[in-house]
């Protein structure tokens, strides 16, 4: 199988938002829509996908928080070929063996 060549935006900080999946705090994101954008990323309505459990969740309001999506929005981003792919870096990530060692 050929292997896909993913490119990942820039790091942003964002206000720290607890995962509504395993509870960790997140204050930070990568996407793979940010460099091509001139506005701030992520923004309102984005998607993001919890770095540690893969939980996806969307960005809400003027300050940046991070909310469960509803029944339609988590349709929606199940079939989202990008949020597929996240998700399978994300469990791949635990595999690595660097990230074990800490
Ligand atoms: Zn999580």
Known sequence: MKKREVHFGRNV??????CVGCGKI?????????ERRKGPAP???????CFYCGTPMVWEGDDMRLRAPTAEEAATIA????????????????RTPE????
């Open 13 to 18: 900080h964002t206000l720290e938002s607890a």
């Open 26 to 34: 997140l204050d930070g994101a990568f996407g793979f829509d940010f």
């Open 43 to 49: 923004k309102p309505g984005d998607v993001s996908l």
């Open 79 to 94: 079939g989202d070929e990008r949020v597929q792919l996240a998700r399978q870096l994300i469990k791949e990530k635990d």
């Open 99 to 102: 990230s074990a060692a800490s």
